[in-house]
């Protein structure tokens, strides 16, 4: 990869999931899509999340290289390679977690229907896409690439590929919480 903080971003979401997704196999289909209070993901909800926040992420990334030329433009322009948790930062704020908009919402057709193999499956693929998109883009072109998010406080695709990472964590911690006992091998905390 040309971008050595995107492939430092990847390594952290790749060792995460080394430690969360171990743990879902073990899940029966009614643990992985129990919903354990109203108007809550269940297990298997929070990694379809995951899988959709990636997908929206890739194919933003797609539509967002016409914007290359003028980021070749400002190469030699300082940019940022870290972004805080946005999460962490809107919970202290606002005092509850943010509400994910319609089209990162699991549809309830879902449940039932994937096992945790398939859900593994549609992460690994769709970031090896995302990886593959951007592996031949210079870090300093990368770093210029920025993406209308206004909630994540504009974003360039570096920061873009931390903050998947992060967001992966996110969820992380709240499926743990879900499992009720059930440890997913270690802590993802201890990852950065």
């Known amino acids: 990869m040309e971008s050595t903080n995107m492939s430092k971003h990847f390594l952290t979401l790749h060792a ?3 430690h ?3 743990a879902i196999h073990s899940l029966s289909q009614e643990e992985l899509w129990r919903v354990t209070r109203e108007g ?3 297990i298997g909800e929070h990694f ?3 899988y959709l926040i990636l997908k929206m992420l890739h194919t933003a990334t797609k539509y967002s290289l016409f914007l290359t030329p003028i980021a070749k433009m400002r190469r030699n322009k300082p940019f940022s390679t870290e972004i805080h948790d946005i999460y962490e930062e809107y919970q202290s704020k606002k005092g509850h977690g943010m509400r994910a908009p319609s089209i990162l919402i699991p549809p309830k057709k879902i449940r039932f229907v994937l096992n945790s193999y398939d859900i593994e499956q549609l992460l690994i693929n769709e970031t090896l896409a ?3 998109l951007v592996q ?7 770093g210029h690439i920025v993406f209308p998010d206004p909630i994540a406080h504009y974003p360039n695709l570096i920061q873009a590929i931390q903050l998947l990472s992060i967001h992966e964590r996110h969820h992380f ?3 743990e919480g879900l499992l009720g006992g059930k440890n997913l091998k270690g802590t993802i905390k ?3």
């Open 48 to 50: 379809y999340h995951l």
């Open 130 to 132: 995302l990886q593959k």
């Open 173 to 175: 911690n709240r499926m």
């Open 136 to 142: 031949n883009i210079d870090e300093d072109v990368a």
């Open 20 to 22: 969360y997704l171990p």
């Open 40 to 42: 809550k993901w269940s």
């Open 190 to 192: 201890e990852i950065k």
């Open 16 to 18: 995460q999931r080394a």
